[in-house]
């Protein structure tokens, strides 16, 4: 991913060879932060709740297709094991 | 614009002094009762609900909006405490946010005293388990011995000690990961006000080619960052041979050390 320079300040004691990307925050360290966390409203006030909620099933949906996804090549690699384990190659 | 809507990225306990002028034209400062409210005026055109729906699922507008969301924060947060909101939060009015801010007047108040002087700074942990299986090898005598043997073996019992080997690695790789990963996370914890796990983001979503193994938020001190970073380089210096990754990022809005969903902010 390109990455991109932000504006978030860093430490004044900050020396420059620890933290070797502060000058460019990718987006995963964003979300992971602004999504699911911070002051949380519901109520009349506010109109976005339901739709901040949609982020949120967003990325959890990203998550779980992720999830789906590794599960699948997990059961393939079962699958493979299955066909290809300990057993069949002491019988070749 | 159809109507304004009221985008609130934090509430402030006095009128900031704004070091990144390029940020100006972001935000501007509501004084609402005793505090400040660092906001925009969106269209409805953008912020309904329905707007919304289309958004969330343009990557572009997520990415702009997100970082412009931490950007503003942090750029306020320099100079003094800050109360973060959850990206996206929008009120109908100002007299809804102005209503809100005299109902929780105590929370924020508190709030904002415990978040004064301290910073939330992120680690990641990543391991190639690639290079930790070669490291492995070369560390365990265990295995080094198990090796010495399969070369020494028959084919049929070289075959079995093969797959003997490749169980250990592993077990060892598992054990090693675990192992670093703990020491880590209790240098963190013993040097932080406060600790929060979270989740591990897949390869899908970091887009690299190794694995989180550790997320945490830490809380810290201001007068020990110092302590904490030199701590995170020592790690680094130790484990990034080994095939761990140690990423920091800081300081951050302090995003994970405001209560969500506390039953008071329940309108």
């Known amino acids: 991913m390109e990455s991109r320079p932000n504006k978030i300040p860093t430490h004044q004691d900050m020396e420059n060879n620890v933290v070797d990307r502060s000058q460019e925050v990718t987006l995963h360290e964003i979300l992971d932060r602004v999504l699911n966390k911070g002051v949380v409203l519901a109520g009349d006030l506010v109109i976005s709740v339901a739709d901040i909620d949609l982020v949120y099933v967003g990325v959890r949906v990203l998550l779980s297709s992720v999830e789906t996804l590794e599960r699948i090549q997990s059961d393939k690699q079962k699958e493979n094991e299955h066909m290809h384990g300990p057993n069949a190659g002491i019988n070749r | ?154 084919p049929g019992k070289a075959f079995l000690m093969k797959r003997k080997k490749t169980a250990l690695v592993e077990q060892k790789t598992r054990e090693l990961m675990k192992t670093h990963g703990q020491e880590c996370y209790e240098q963190y914890k013993n040097i932080s006000e406060s600790i929060r796990m979270n989740n591990l983001l897949p390869r899908e979503l970091t887009e690299r080619q190794d694995d989180m193994i550790l997320n945490v938020a830490c809380f810290i001190d201001r007068k020990n960052v110092s302590n904490f970073l030199h701590i995170t380089n020592l790690q680094r210096e130790e484990y990034q041979p080994l095939g761990f990754s140690i990423d920091v990022t800081g300081p951050w809005p302090p995003f994970n050390f405001v209560e969500m969903n506390d039953s008071r902010l329940q309108s």
């Not at chain 2, 704004?18 to 505090?35: G, I, R």
């Open chain 2, 1 to 154: 614009m159809d109507s304004d809507f009221i985008y609130v990225y934090c509430i402030l306990d006095h009128r900031p002094l704004l070091e990144d002028q390029s940020l100006a034209s972001s935000f501007e400062v509501l004084p609402v009762k005793e505090y400040y409210a660092a906001i925009k005026h969106v269209s409805s055109n953008e912020f309904s609900e329905e707007s919304l729906k289309k958004n969330f699922a343009d990557p572009e507008w997520i990415e702009t909006h997100t970082r412009n969301h931490v950007e503003v924060i942090s750029s306020l947060m320099v100079n003094q405490a800050v109360l973060p909101f959850k990206f996206g939060t929008v009120f109908k009015s100002e007299e809804n946010l102005e209503k809100f801010i005299e109902e929780h007047s105590s929370y924020i108040k508190d709030h904002l005293r415990a978040l004064e002087g301290k910073e939330e700074w992120s680690v990641k942990i990543y391991c190639d388990k690639k290079v930790i299986r070669d490291k492995i090898v070369e560390l365990s005598n265990e295995l080094r011995e198990l090796e010495k043997q399969v070369r020494e073996s028959s």
